[in-house]
């Protein structure tokens, strides 16, 4: 349903030009939910915004690739044609649920705005159907809640309220940037239990981003892992989460505070800090953080290569040599006292 | 800031007319005050490039000598309300018991239009260039105030003064070592803006008759002196105007150059551009 | 039986809500609403809590930001007297705050360096104070030669490496960390939350940590503290907080965490609660928690619960006429569902 192929992304700024998407490409289905996750300078922000080319013009260059939507390639189309896309068949819901709505219009009129703008129908008809759609994204008292202004209602309101808004066009593909990381965990969970539902309902795609590991896994069936504008892993969230043989992911994987986990337990971070993008390092873009790194990974810059069906991985260890390497740096760990057990494995 | 040619080229004049008036009795042709009756009203010729007035001296050196007060006249204004607004600003956004006794002062003072304000202050007063400058900066001095005290309102609740009190900083040392040094750039604006304006002003009040004394040359006196001239020697009134026009334009420039030099933050399409690439590039 | 460092007895904070010409206040919002916490030398205390629960202005009160409206904090077993200019001053020689943003916690015109001696100065104590200052940012993982760099050179995990330099320079005592990590990118989380973790081992410090992420409250905190709504709704030791919860909002809380582990959460039964959060300045009568919890009953809207020992387990407080475990809690809902 979606193709992005070898997908470039730059932008231009004040310092330079940034690489933020470099040879992307994946595919999504139909009814499946596609997790991206990365760190911040990972480009999954640019790349989601670049699937319906939101990003700010004119600094945003497209030097390659192809973004393909239902037979169409979204980048040859002009401004007139994406715009009947964008909000209809692709719609986004974005981070901050304020900044999205307008202030000075009451939620029922922007949604009722959104309706009309994608079908036909008289004021009367995309009354009731907004007040469908309010309903089916679990907002109370639908009828007079219409009437309210975005600063009326909670965080967890207004991001319903975007779905809702979303929703409106019927879309084939939702794509959601940080849904839910400004929200409070408990309504996280019901915005996330939200999502479950209406994809379920209108049998939509959906491309979650993320930097949060574990709604990736609660959510995605499966996963890009970006590092540096790149994807460094592809796969399902299985592979991804319990049979990686990517040192990032690993390594991220290792760093994170869990529930699950012991009390002043050593978290393995990750050293260093993330990559410029402006002058991204030689070789692979991870080698300077890696713990793995060798001296081929200063001139090589890995493409990704196949692990199993439907899993790769852009690193030119082969399985052998990461588990290899895994095994001699947790011996290390251990002789310095560290606690590790390790997480990778269900 | 200096990277745009517009901005270098009104610091440029600005810089070019306060050099000319300075030296002005050095190099200027003819002296500017040099009475010839014979040579009442002429228009500009190779002698006297801008023509002469109705008493026959040089327009051209009239309206170089000019720029002395207005440029001083500009300049002093611009300083001292600066000053006393930062001053009253910063106390009035830090201290939230000042702050209503002062803004209530601003508000009536900002309630008179500065002119018919200043025109009180040297009726009262009279008319030397000490008292227009005392008349003028107290009317553009709570302009200054009220900048001020927003941009420390919005200061104030950052963390790093947070950070400051808890770490046993004491007040003073907060306002002129946190604060202060972070809201620079609307005071250096706002401070080029109110140096535009007090020309204005002091070349208004004169050509209403009730600026600087008719003696001192000022363009505002210029152009009092040529309303009646201006069917027969329009030259009379058009250059003085035209020199206003110019150094105001030119500060108006800096102005904004500043401006989006120092502050990224203001509006500007350029400014929300680099924005909106900045934010993304960060989160992506 | 030592003292605690710190106590907080009964606090509350309001805040006047004014409104009209006259600015007559209307209303508070009641942003701590009755919050009693204990705190041991040399221990870390985790403070969890959603938006609006109170935990950042209890946090600037401890440090002296925020005057309470009742209620007292005591430390070392004296009075802290937010009014009394010269006795604040002195105490916060020994009690420090590191705060939630790397990008305005720090004076972005003052250098790296000046930052970290600001304190030292304000307390007159400039014997040696480059030295001193290098000193720090060697400790906490910065490089001497950085000391003239300005914040906005640095990254944002370097940024509050210098607030923890900063805050560390007087020597205190007690540390409260406001939120010092959830800024921060997941890898440079934990080189954040290590070092913390060294500091507090080397210099014997005392940390009260404020954190919405349970996951990083699981890994640094010995007790663990839950607010809503200006109270304390639950506090016990680390382990059995988060492995025999007994307040329904805590269970839910705990449920709600997503964990970075497919197999488990498909596993999972989820918790989840419904409705908002109510407004600080109207809190529901009796308990807060009843308007969003499955099992209230008449007596939670009439009462207002306090903190209660569990199973006669005095490092174990619930603040709930019912409280149960969370298994209890899910099958409770099952048969609500299924009925």
């Given amino acids: ?346 | 800031m200096f990277k745009k040619k517009r901005n270098l080229i009104a610091v440029g004049i600005l810089l070019l007319f306060a050099i000319a008036t300075i030296s002005a009795s050095w190099w200027l042709p003819v002296s500017p005050s040099l009475i010839d009756a014979s040579r009442r009203l002429l228009g500009p010729s190779v002698d006297h490039w801008f023509g002469t007035d109705h008493f026959g001296r040089d327009i051209f050196g009239q309206t170089i000598v000019a720029a002395r007060v207005s440029l001083v006249v500009g300049f002093t204004v611009a300083v001292i309300a600066t000053l006393l607004g930062t001053i009253t600003g910063l106390i009035a956004g830090y201290y939230k018991k000042a702050d209503f006794i002062i803004m209530r002062v601003i508000d009536g003072m900002l309630a008179f239009p500065s002119l018919l304000l200043a025109l009180a202050l040297v009726a009262v007063l009279g008319g030397n260039i000490t008292n227009i400058i005392v008349a003028l900066s107290f009317s553009f001095w709570p302009v200054m105030t009220r900048i001020v005290r927003s941009a420390v309102l919005q200061i104030k609740p950052l963390q790093y003064i947070e950070a400051a009190k808890t770490t046993g900083v004491s007040d003073p040392v907060i306002l002129s070592h946190y604060v202060l040094p972070n809201i620079l750039s609307p005071i250096i604006v706002q401070g080029t803006f109110i140096f535009a304006k007090a020309i204005l002003a002091e070349a208004a009040l004169s050509f209403l008759g009730i600026g600087v004394e008719p003696s001192i040359a000022t363009w505002g006196n210029m152009l009092q002196e040529a309303q009646i001239y201006i069917s027969i020697a329009p030259w009379f009134s058009i250059f003085p105007g035209i020199a206003i026009i110019i150094t105001v334009l030119a500060l108006n420039m800096i102005g904004e150059g500043l401006r989006d030099a120092l502050d990224p933050h203001t509006t500007g399409k350029a400014a929300k551009e680099k924005q909106a690439v900045k934010k993304i590039v960060n989160a992506a | 039986m030592t003292e605690p460092l710190l106590e907080i007895r009964d606090l509350k904070i309001h805040f006047p809500i004014k409104s009209g010409v006259l600015q007559k206040t209307t209303n508070h919002v009641k942003a701590v609403n009755g919050v009693n916490l204990s705190v041991n030398k040399g221990e870390t205390i985790g403070i969890v809590g959603e938006s609006g629960c109170g935990k950042s202005t209890l946090a600037r009160s401890i440090v002296g930001l925020l005057k309470p409206t009742s209620g007292e904090i005591l430390f070392e077993g004296e009075r802290i007297q937010h009014d009394h200019q010269k006795g604040m001053h002195k105490i916060r020689r020994d009690i420090q705050m590191v705060f939630q943003d790397p990008f305005t916690s720090l004076n972005p015109r003052m250098k790296a360096g000046d930052i970290i001696a600001a304190p030292l100065k304000a307390y007159k104590m400039t014997e040696n104070l480059q030295g001193r200052v290098k000193e720090l940012m060697d400790r906490v993982g910065l490089k001497a030669e950085d000391y003239d760099k300005l914040p906005h050179q640095f990254s944002g995990g370097q940024r509050q490496r210098i607030g923890i330099a900063r805050a560390l320079s007087l020597n205190p005592k007690l540390i409260v960390l406001d939120e010092p990590v959830s800024a921060l990118d997941v890898s440079i989380q934990a080189q954040v939350i290590n070092l913390l973790e060294d500091l507090q081992k080397e210099l014997g410090l005392t940390y009260i940590f404020i954190a919405h992420d349970l996951s990083v409250i699981k890994h640094i905190a010995d007790k663990v503290a839950v607010m809503y709504l200006g109270k304390v709704m639950e506090f016990a030791g680390n382990e059995t907080f988060y492995k025999d919860s007994r307040h329904p909002y805590t269970n839910a809380l705990l449920s709600a965490v997503p964990l970075p582990d497919p197999e488990k959460e498909r596993r999972r039964k989820q918790i989840v609660l419904s409705g908002e959060l109510p407004s600080p300045s109207h809190p529901p009568a009796g308990c807060v928690f009843h308007t969003r919890c499955p099992f209230a009953q008449e007596a939670c809207k009439l009462e207002i619960p306090s903190l209660k020992a569990v199973d006669d387990n005095a490092d174990h407080l619930v603040s709930c006429f019912f409280p149960m475990s969370a298994e209890e809690q899910l099958a409770k809902l099952s048969q609500t569902t299924s009925g």
């Fill in chain 1, 1 to 346: 349903m979606l193709e992005v192929k070898n997908l470039k992304v730059q932008i231009d700024t004040a310092e330079g030009i940034v690489q933020a998407v470099d040879r992307v490409s994946f595919r999504v289905e139909a009814g499946q939910t596609l997790g991206i996750v990365g760190e911040s300078g990972s480009g999954k922000s640019v790349l989601a915004h670049s699937i319906i080319q939101l990003n700010p013009k004119p600094a945003t260059i497209y030097p390659e690739g192809e973004i393909i939507f239902e037979g169409k390639n979204l980048l040859e189309l002009r401004e007139k044609a994406l715009r009947k896309i964008r909000g209809n068949e692709i719609a986004m819901v974005f981070q901050d649920p304020m900044s999205s709505l307008n202030p000075v219009f009451k939620i029922g009129s922007q949604l009722i705005e959104a309706i009309i703008t994608n079908q036909k129908m008289s004021k009367k008809q995309a009354k009731a159907r907004a007040i469908e759609l309010l309903r089916d994204v679990g907002i109370p008292d639908p009828k007079r809640r219409m009437q309210d202004y975005p600063h009326q209602l909670s965080g967890g309101m207004r991001q319903r309220v975007l779905i809702a808004i979303a929703l409106a066009g019927n879309p084939k593909l939702l794509i959601a940037d940080e849904p839910t990381t400004a929200l409070d965990v408990t309504i996280q969970a019901q915005i996330l239990e939200l999502l479950r539902k209406v994809q379920k309902k209108y049998k939509m795609a959906i491309i979650l981003i993320s930097h949060d590991l574990g709604v990736i896994s609660q959510i995605a069936d499966n996963v890009l892992v970006m590092y540096s504008g790149r994807i460094v892993e592809d796969g399902s969230v299985n592979d991804i989460f319990y049979r990686t043989t990517m040192p990032y992911t690993w390594s991220l994987l290792r760093s994170l505070p869990r529930l699950d986990g012991q009390r002043h337990e050593r978290l393995i971070n990750i050293e260093g800090q993330p990559p410029n993008l402006i002058s991204p390092p030689k070789g692979c873009n991870f080698h300077p953080r890696c713990p793995f790194a060798t001296d081929k990974c200063l001139k090589i810059d890995p493409e990704l290569t196949y692990r199993s069906k439907g899993h790769s991985a852009a690193c030119i260890l082969s399985e052998q040599e990461f588990m290899d390497g895994k095994e001699r740096i947790e011996a290390t760990e251990k002789e310095r006292g560290a606690l590790t057990y390790d997480r990778t494995t269900a």
